[in-house]
Structure formats: structure tokens, C-alpha cells
């Protein structure tokens, strides 16, 4: 089964730890992280989701965000990423 995480919409400094402890309640199941409402994604947040996705591609599990916003893909491509990188991979 997969686990669905909806993140909100400002991923700012006060987001991280709620995330965070969010995602941790799912360890060990595979992870869908629904970017649709993010209207905010910052750098702190971000660093949560790529830690994330690592830990699941060694924990051997699945881990992506899926329908991400326009502004989340911006953000994200600011950054060097895309939803597509945030599987545990690093980018190039």
C-alpha cells in the first residue's frame, strides 16, 4: 500500500519540522508526496524531501512527487531538481 502525503501550500521555515515528522510517520512504507497546493517551497523544506526520497531509495522503497504545482516546478528547477529527481537520485 502506498502512503499519500498532501503538502501544503507555503513550504516555509515553519513547515520543516511538521513535514518532517510527517514523512518520518511513514518510514518504511512506500511514499507518494502530492505537491498540487504548493505555492511556496523553500530551501529548508526541499532539503527534507531530498533526505527523504534518499532514505527511501535505500530503504528500498518508493518514494515521488506527484502533480506538482507550477510554482512547485519552478521552485523546485531554481534549485536544480525537478519531481522527477526526487526519487532518490541526485541531479546531474
Do not use: Y
Not at 3 to 10: D, G, K, M, Y
Not at 16 to 30: C, F, R, S
Not at 36 to 53: D, E, K
Amino acid at each position: 500500500m502506498i502512503a499519500i502525503i498532501t503538502l501544503q501550500e507555503r513550504l516555509d521555515f515553519g513547515a520543516v519540522t511538521p513535514l518532517k515528522t510527517t514523512i518520518l510517520e511513514h518510514a518504511g512504507q512506500d511514499l507518494e508526496i502530492d505537491a498540487s497546493q504548493v505555492t511556496h517551497m523553500g530551501t529548508l523544506c526541499l532539503q527534507v524531501l531530498i533526505a527523504a526520497a534518499n532514505d527511501w531509495k535505500q530503504a528500498g522503497k518508493s518514494f515521488r512527487v506527484t502533480s506538482p504545482s507550477e510554482t512547485c516546478q519552478t521552485q523546485l528547477g531554481l534549485h536544480g531538481f525537478s519531481p522527477d529527481t526526487l526519487t532518490g537520485v541526485s541531479p546531474t
